[in-house]
């Protein structure tokens, strides 16, 4: 974990009552909980393009594909 910056954050009540419930839960701190569920917004809203690279694996067994087609793979263009 990297360093870790203080900081304050106003929830609705039912926000706040979700949160400590997971936290609780899972026998974490409240800010470990919060800082989970946004590093898996982030990873989901940000690192699916991460594995865009393996999806052109095999293309050229392809007939049809061609080098001219990577930009597609990879960037979802066209």
Avoid at 64 to 75: C, F, I, P, Q
């Amino acid at each position: 974990m990297g360093t870790l910056h203080r900081t304050q954050v106003l929830l609705e009540d039912w926000h706040y009552k979700y949160l400590k419930g997971v936290a609780e839960r899972s026998d974490r701190s409240l800010s470990e909980t919060l800082r989970g569920i946004l590093s898996e917004h982030i990873n989901k809203e940000h690192g699916a393009g991460k594995n865009r690279l393996g999806e052109i694996a095999g293309i050229g067994a392809d007939e049809e594909a061609s080098g001219r087609d990577h930009d597609n793979w990879l960037y979802r263009k066209g």
